[in-house]
């Protein structure tokens, strides 16, 4: 990118204001947006996140100026979008799910080539750090082969080494691990955080990867029924719902186990058990909770014949923020708006 000739050089790399969104439907009116308002700094890798409807693929089409919204403004490095025009693309790269990204009749190569030279640069001094990309995707021996003749993971693979070959300071990606096996997964993760660091560029994230999201993005964004409901970044996220989970099994009939002082000292439990024992599943909001826990059972008499501890990760923190009636509350919205 060429930089300061495009919006201006101290604007953050996305600015979005009270972004409204309504799609006409036979039953009536869909609000897809409801008065977003974010900023994506530069250098930072930034997840969108929410459940399907939520209005990640809308927010997304709006910031690239592929959908005009029914009210609010966007801005991408400085620059209005609506203004921009075509000159948005010169500075903007996006990989977006269900879009044919790439020239299936061309071979990889040419699609590299391609696409490298519509950012003025010349493909054959970059050849060298494209193949390299391409060989941590796995795609050496498929470079002439036409896309087209690839497999549906191969084509996401090739589609993600094309998009980064235009070397624009803001990416946009769309479930980008779709079809991708784990270990080419990984490979991504570890280019995009090299790349990031190295070349400070931005990267908007959209993926039901989580573990991808917890790996690679700076901050999460999380849209439910066309808000935001979560603004933070991941580990304030999970710090926020810091609980532990346990299973515990005990050698003690259930009706031994006084569940009341039990459930005084857990934010929820479940039972199941028979005469003999007991199973029990605690969620506890602080770690010094679960001595009291024992301390409890003991009281009981009852004997702790196994126990399993688990804590949150960004999916189980994702269920837990999306699946709530009336978002955004004070509650919800960690960092982000109220």
């Not at 969108?48 to 005009?68: C, E, F, H, M, Q």
Request: aromatic share 4%; net charge negative; charged share 30%.
């Amino acid at each position: 990118m060429e930089g300061n000739d495009f919006g201006s050089a101290s604007a953050p790399a996305v600015r979005v204001t009270d972004l409204t969104k309504v799609y006409d439907a036979e039953d009536g009116e869909v609000t897809a947006l409801d008065g977003i308002s974010l900023e994506i700094e530069r250098g930072t890798v930034v997840g969108i996140l929410g459940p399907n409807g939520a209005g990640k693929t809308t927010l997304i089409k709006s910031i690239l100026d592929l959908v005009r919204p029914t009210d609010g403004d966007v801005a991408v490095l400085g620059a209005d979008v609506t203004a921009a025009g075509g000159e948005l693309y010169r500075h903007v790269s996006a990989m977006l799910e269900g879009a044919r990204n790439v020239y299936w009749r061309l071979s990889l190569r040419e699609n590299l080539r391609y696409f490298t030279s519509l950012q003025g640069i010349d493909p054959d001094e970059v050849a060298e750090e494209n193949l390299a990309f391409v060989e941590s995707l796995g795609l050496t021996d498929k470079l002439d082969e036409p896309v087209n003749s690839l497999s549906r993971g191969m084509k996401q693979k090739a589609t993600l080494a094309c998009t980064l070959a235009r070397r624009t300071d803001l990416v946009f990606l769309d479930e980008p691990t779709l079809g991708l096996d784990v270990e080419a997964s990984a490979a991504l993760v570890d280019t995009f955080r090299e790349m990031v660091d190295r070349d400070e560029k931005t990267v908007v994230l959209s993926s039901h990867d989580m573990d991808v999201i917890e790996d690679l993005c700076d901050r999460v964004v999380v849209l439910n029924a066309g808000r935001v409901v979560v603004d933070d970044s991941v580990s304030a996220l999970l710090d926020a719902f810091r609980t532990q989970s346990h299973r515990l099994r005990l050698a003690a009939p259930l009706d031994d186990v006084d569940r009341a002082a039990v459930a005084e000292v857990a934010e929820s439990v479940s039972w199941s058990g028979t005469s003999d024992a007991v199973e029990l599943t605690v969620t506890l909001e602080a770690p010094d909770d679960y001595y009291r826990l024992m301390r409890t059972l003991e009281s009981a008499g009852a004997t702790i014949e196994r126990a399993e501890t688990t804590t949150p990760d960004l999916e189980s923190v994702f269920l837990r923020v999306t699946d709530r009636a009336d978002p955004p509350t004070d509650e919800l919205a960690v960092g982000g708006q109220r």
